[in-house]
């Protein structure tokens, strides 16, 4: 086994913050922190948790106080049993926020974290300075890939049982091997998927109750939001894509030029719907552009944060 990550990536290892949720119950979130000055906040997307920024934190915590934060049913955070209300990352991340910063932070978010940082700034503008978006999945019209459909119209009920039974655990070497080769499809190397790296991406599947559900569950209301978006019903996501003309802020979009879960082209239609919004293509970079392009993303942060 790997040595423990929280503790060799942040001097004070995993730590909890107890919020309530957007239902009211008090939940803990894992977040783990590094550097000091400005709060930069790291969000990461579905399915996964905040060791989606290994390759960021380090060089960014030479200039910022990095937070990386397990959103509520992701990684090491609380996973609860209830159907939890569509758009509650957003209420969820702005508490977190609030609880461990006392000034406007910069936003560096990806994939569906990056859809909630815009539904964040749009609510609460005052808790952000400057955004930083990574193939944001914000004009779409199906989930991405062929496997997220198939695991949303399963009864919940059979995911709920499977995560109940604790299966997980006597088919781990299935599930790590489901994702080694799923990952193909979210990076443009494949000798970047090492066996540790889907150690650690599976771990909370494997280890943790609720995990399992929770992401079923997310997969579930991802695909009847997105429904609701093409037939023109009402959504969350549509109502994000109406109010992106109000934020302000500045905006760095990352887009990798080989995403084929959100295109290029989706990354320019945002840009335009942005008011200060650039746009900067990744080069040879696949959906997964923390993990697998850290090197192009500091270049591209550079001249926006700064960074030395």
């Excluded at 937070?67 to 992701?74: A, P």
């Excluded at 808790?127 to 999945?137: A, F, S, T, W, Y």
Aim: glycine share 6%.
């Amino acid at each position: 086994m790997p040595s423990n990550w929280w503790e060799t990536s942040f001097p004070q290892g995993q730590q909890t913050l107890i919020i309530p949720d957007a239902t009211g119950r008090e939940v803990k979130i894992a977040y783990g922190e590094k550097g000091s000055g400005q709060p930069l906040v790291l969000v990461h997307g579905i399915g996964s948790w905040s060791y989606s920024w290994r390759h960021l934190i380090d060089p960014l915590a030479q200039s910022f106080r990095v937070i990386c934060v397990d959103l509520k049913g992701n990684g090491f955070s609380d996973k609860p049993q209830q159907i939890e209300p569509i758009g509650h990352e957003i209420i969820e991340l702005q508490r977190v926020i609030t609880a461990l910063c006392d000034q406007p932070v910069i936003l560096i978010a990806q994939s569906l974290g990056a859809l909630i940082s815009l539904g964040l700034v749009e609510e609460y503008p005052q808790l952000c300075e400057k955004m930083v978006l990574i193939n944001v999945p914000i004009f779409l019209d199906a989930l991405p890939s062929w496997w997220m459909p198939a695991i949303a119209r399963l009864p919940f009920s059979l995911i709920q049982w499977f995560d109940q039974a604790r299966l997980s655990k006597p088919l781990a070497p299935l599930i790590r091997e489901i994702t080694r080769f799923s990952r193909r499809e979210l990076v443009t190397d494949s000798s970047l998927i090492t066996l540790e790296d889907v150690y650690w991406i599976t771990y909370p599947y494997i280890e943790f109750p609720g995990a399992i559900a929770q992401y079923g569950q997310a997969l579930q209301q991802a695909c009847r939001e997105i429904e609701s978006l093409v037939q023109q019903k009402p959504n969350t996501i549509g109502n994000i894509q109406a109010k992106l003309p109000q934020i302000t802020q500045p905006t760095l979009l990352l887009w990798g030029d080989q995403d084929h879960w959100f295109p290029l082209p989706q990354g320019k239609t945002l840009q335009q719907a942005l008011p200060n919004a650039q746009l900067q293509i990744l080069p040879n970079c696949g959906h997964d552009a923390a993990a697998s392009c850290p090197q192009p993303i500091l270049e591209a942060l550079s001249p926006f944060l700064p960074l030395p």
